[in-house]
């Protein structure tokens, strides 16, 4: 799995040149300190040089380094896809939010509404939730997994099949119409697969990136989905496509 992704990573920044961080763990839904380590072993072993706050191949060294407003850009538009998803959030609303960095995003929006209740197996939304004494905290157990900085295993999934949550905010590594949302992870997989199938109101948290792309696993369909949040307008033929009108679709 870890091969796959250093691989993968290797040819995504040769091709895209200087690559944020913040890009990739985005792209690859993984957390800030996975992408650390990745990018760690690139520099170390495929020739590729570190830059102020990101990285790039040697090759193309004579991109410039990526520019702090650009930094600050990014954040705002992180920052502007958590007002929105948090607007779909009402009081007394029980949440779920999914392993990824994105979901983090939404907590600072949601903490001053009544008496909600964030349920997450995401280590980073759980750290961030329980800085909001307004906030209900459910974290779900199981063995902790450092690709996807989350709690997985039999506990969760039982927990997790359980439960009746309002609204359900879910990750993808990987969106088309004929597959639906994929991951690239057997457990991320079940544990995303449980938690649609249980429950109705599912919102979809999706860099642009993803779409076209298709992981290993399908684990929702894509009308399944009542709402996409995503940080840029999905291309035409996704908007055409029967799979997607009916869902809400809300960008920055």
Do not use: W
Request: proline share 3%; net charge neutral.
């Amino acid at each position: 799995m870890k091969y796959d992704r250093l691989t993968d990573m290797e040819h995504y920044i040769t091709q895209n040149g200087t690559i944020t961080l913040y890009d990739l763990c985005r792209y690859y839904n993984v957390s800030m300190s996975t992408v650390r380590r990745d990018v760690a072993e690139l520099i170390r072993k495929n020739g590729f040089r570190k830059v102020y706050g990101g990285i790039v191949h040697e090759s193309q060294s004579q991109i410039a380094e990526p520019a702090q407003p650009n930094q600050s850009k990014a954040g705002h538009v992180c920052q502007l896809t958590g007002v929105l998803a948090a607007s779909l959030v009402k009081e007394d609303m029980s949440v779920f939010l999914d392993c990824g960095f994105a979901a983090t995003e939404i907590l600072p929006y949601i903490a001053d509404k009544s008496n909600i209740t964030v349920i997450s197996h995401n280590l980073a939304a759980l750290a961030e939730a329980s800085k909001y004494a307004s906030l209900h905290v459910i974290a779900l157990g199981g063995i902790y997994n450092r690709d996807t900085a989350s709690f997985s295993g039999r506990n969760t999934l039982d927990e997790l099949s359980a439960m009746s949550i309002d609204l359900v905010f879910l990750t993808a590594a990987g969106v088309t119409p004929e597959h639906g949302l994929t991951s690239s992870s057997y457990m991320d997989a079940r544990i995303k697969r449980i938690v649609a199938k249980r429950n109705r109101a599912l919102v979809l948290l999706a860099d642009h990136s993803v779409f076209g792309k298709n992981a290993l696993i399908s684990f929702c369909e894509i009308d399944r989905l009542q709402t996409i949040i995503s940080d840029s307008p999905l291309p035409c033929e996704y908007l055409r496509a029967s799979e997607f009108r009916e869902i809400q679709m809300l960008t920055p």
